[in-house]
Structures are given as C-alpha cells and as structure tokens.
C-alpha cells in the first residue's frame, strides 16, 4: 500500500506517468511474489500444525488399546493424508502459497510421526541422529516438489539438530560432516527465493536460518586445537558481514538482514570475549607443533573462511566507489596478526581492546553520517559493553568506575541529542 500511495504521490508532482508507474508497480509484484494473505499463511501453517499434533495426541491417548495391524495403518494415515494434500494443492491450487505451505508442513511432520511410531510398533532399534538423518532427508524431495519454504525452514532445523546431535553430543563428530552436504542440497531453493520472491518474508527467514545454522554447526569440527576455532569464527563473522552488504543485501532493512546483523554481532562479542586475559594466558601455556596446527581441521577451515572473506572483500572494495570503511570490515585480517601475538605476548589484550574500541567509535561515526539512531545507539552499546568488562578485570576504584559510567550515560544522551537536532535541520533544508 505505501508503494501505490508513493506511486500516487510521483505521479501528481509530475515526476513519472502513468506508463512508468504500472511498470514499477508489476516489477515490486513479480518481486514479492504472487498477492497472498500473509495472515492466511499464517494460520494455515499454523492449522497445519495443531491438526498434525492433536492426532498425536488422540492416538497417544488410545495407543496401548490398539492392535499392531491398526496401529500401523494409523501410522501411515496421517502420511498419506498429507500427501493427498499436497496432491491437490499441485493439482487444483498450483498458484496458492497457503496450500502449498499448510500441505507440506502438515505431511513433513506426518513423515516424522510415521517413522517414530513404526519404529515403536515394530521395536526397531536406532539412534536420535539416524531418525533425524532420515526424517531429513525424506524432507527434502518436498521442498523442491511443492516449492514449500516451510518445509525448507524445518529442514534447515533438522540438519542443524542432526549436526549438533552428532558433533557435540555424539560418540562420533565426523558424521556431523554430512550436514554440510545436506545443506547444499536446500541451497537452490534459497536461490529460487533470491531470483523469484527476494521482497517476501520468506526470503528474510532464510536469511537468518541459513547463517545462523552454520554459526551454530561451525564449532563441530574442532577437534585438538579448539583455540583456532577463534580464527575460523572470526572470519566467518566477517564473511557473513560483508556478505550483508553485498548489492543483493544491503537495501534491506536491518532486521531483514540476518547475514549483516549476526555478522557484526558476532565479532563484537567474539572481541569483548577475548578482551579477558584469561584465554590468552591458557593459550600462551599450550604447546603446539607447527606440523600440528598445519594439519589440522581447525587450520584448513580458518584458511578457507579467511580467503573466502577476503576474496569477497576485495571484489567489493574494487567495485565500490567511493571507497568507504565500514565498521566490521577488516576485523577477521587483523585479529589473525593480534591472534599469533597472543601466542606469546601479553600486548594482546591491549591490542583487543583497542579494536574493540576502534569498532564501536567506528559503529557511532557511520550512524551519525547516515542519521540512523539504531545504528548510533548499537556503537555506543559496543563502547558500554567494554567498559562494562573493564569494570570486572581493572584495579581502578569505585569512584573513577562511577565516573566512566556517567560519562558513558552522558555520551548516550548528548550523541542522541546532537543527532536528533541535526537531522530536524537536515529536514528543514530538505522541505525549504
């Protein structure tokens, strides 16, 4: 609705006529998809949902009255009533998201009930991590068949629970391995969204589900030199962040966002982390081999993410004109020089905090430049958080602690202040 009225608003000052204005408009329809709903969607995935657990739940209630034949056929039924959902949402309801997210929800799940209660009924043995390998991969054909990203979604969650089952909780890390590839094989769909519907909600969700399932899986491939997972998480942080603001992101609003904002937050809370110096003196007391490091998974996947950063760094640097440095941007090149002086210096936590420092006053000067209050707040917070560690780790007293807070509360309100007075006058010309 904002588009027509802004539409509207172009066409009476005389800026575009009618022509341009219906090209613009089609072009914002092709991009958010077809016209649907959202709150049909909504509470069609959501019926799906309820529907799918309240059998659960009545056949749980009468499940020890049952025979083995007729607990098998109940087994199936919901799977083959999900499936003649999907059905005739392919057939009759081709064009309508809400048939299409509601039947596939419904029969993911049911595939999920089938397996578990034939596995019960038949006393078949198996672990968590093979029935959610299972259930995964049975999930998949749907995401593509019924063009569901509801189905992608869930399957996102699955891998990720399959990948920490195995690679944190399990009695053996390498099958965590396999949630790599399954990821890639949802990857084309998340591609179709970008080429297709990349102004839908559902292209936004998979913004934040994607780096966020890795962010979470990363950590399983350590095994002997865990302390180079920093190294590897740091410069997937800023992969993440630069891919934030590639072409195809960064007009998004933030909180669309996803790669952007788990980007930067993550390397500033992987910095504040290491502010301590308590890693440091563990680390410089651990004996490692050259041969060691070199050989090591930890090694390889901290390479790979560090050249995968910087290559796309470099791309985005040469076609950007003119040259800006944005808060986040070089943080994972010069933590791997700080990293390998923390290996026998004490300077590290100086050289960290100086960083960190750097970032949030970095964060406040790109806020003020563009007049956006989330983003000025977001480095003063930055700044709070440090200070809010020195507080625990430093010698000062009470009275120079009281005084650095006011300072900081001072800095809040004369920064917001000073920003809301220049933007007023910034309008003021603007309209004048």
């Keep these: 609705m904002k588009l027509r009225k802004d539409l509207t608003e172009l ?23 077809p016209p649907q709903n959202k709150m049909v969607i909504v509470f069609g995935i959501l019926g799906s ?6 059998i659960v739940l009545i056949l749980a209630h009468n499940w020890d009255q049952l025979s083995r034949v007729v607990k098998t056929v109940f087994a199936f039924l919901p799977m083959l009533a999900g499936q003649a959902i999907c059905a005739y949402a392919l057939w009759k309801q081709r064009e309508s998201t809400v048939w299409r997210e509601a039947g596939s929800t419904f029969l993911v799940l049911a595939i999920g009930a089938c397996i578990a209660l034939i596995s019960q009924i038949y006393n078949i043995s198996g672990s968590l991590d093979s029935f959610l390998l299972t259930w995964a991969i049975l999930t998949l ?20 629970w399959y990948a920490c089952e195995t690679g944190y909780w399990g009695h053996d890390a390498h099958e965590s391995y396999v949630y790599w590839g399954l990821l890639l094989l949802a990857l084309p769909h998340y591609y179709f969204l970008y080429k297709r519907h990349s102004g839908s909600n559902f292209f936004t969700f998979h913004n934040w589900f994607i780096p966020l399932s890795v962010i979470i899986v990363l950590g399983t491939i350590a095994t002997d030199i865990e302390e180079m997972m920093f190294i590897a998480y740091m410069s997937f942080f800023g992969l993440l962040y630069l891919i934030g603001n590639t072409r195809i992101l960064r007009d998004q609003k933030i909180r669309n ?4 904002v788990l980007g930067s937050l993550g390397t500033v809370a992987l910095l504040l982390f290491l502010s301590f110096d ?15 490091w070199m050989t090591s998974p930890e090694f390889i996947v901290s390479l790979l993410l560090t050249l995968a950063a910087a290559a796309l760094l470099a791309y985005e ?78 010698d000062l007293s009470f009275i120079l602690r009281g005084l650095l807070f006011v300072g900081v509360g001072f800095g809040f309100f004369f920064a917001n202040y ?3 007075k220049k933007k007023r006058t910034v309008t003021v010309k603007s309209e004048g």
């Design 11 to 33: 066409l009476t000052a005389g800026i575009i006529n009618q022509d341009t204005a219906e090209k613009i408009e089609q072009y914002y329809q092709e991009k958010a998809g």
């Design 49 to 54: 949902l309820l529907v799918g657990l309240g």
């Design 141 to 160: 054909p749907i995401i593509y068949v019924m063009r569901s990203s509801t189905a992608s979604l869930l399957y996102i969650i699955g891998i990720t």
């Design 257 to 260: 966002n996803g790669y952007l």
């Design 278 to 292: 308590w890693f440091w003196e563990d680390l410089r007391i651990k004996d490692f081999s050259t041969e060691q």
């Design 317 to 394: 640097k040469i076609n950007e004109k003119p040259l800006t440095i944005k808060p986040a941007e070089y943080i994972f090149i010069l933590f791997i020089g700080i990293f390998l002086v923390g290996l026998s210096s004490p300077l590290v936590t100086l050289l960290i905090n100086v960083l960190t420092l750097a970032v949030g006053i970095l964060t406040i000067r790109e806020g003020a430049r563009n007049y956006h209050f989330g983003i000025l707040n977001y480095g003063l917070l930055i700044v709070t958080a440090l200070v809010i560690c020195r507080f625990f780790d430093t």
């Design 418 to 420: 000073w920003m809301s």
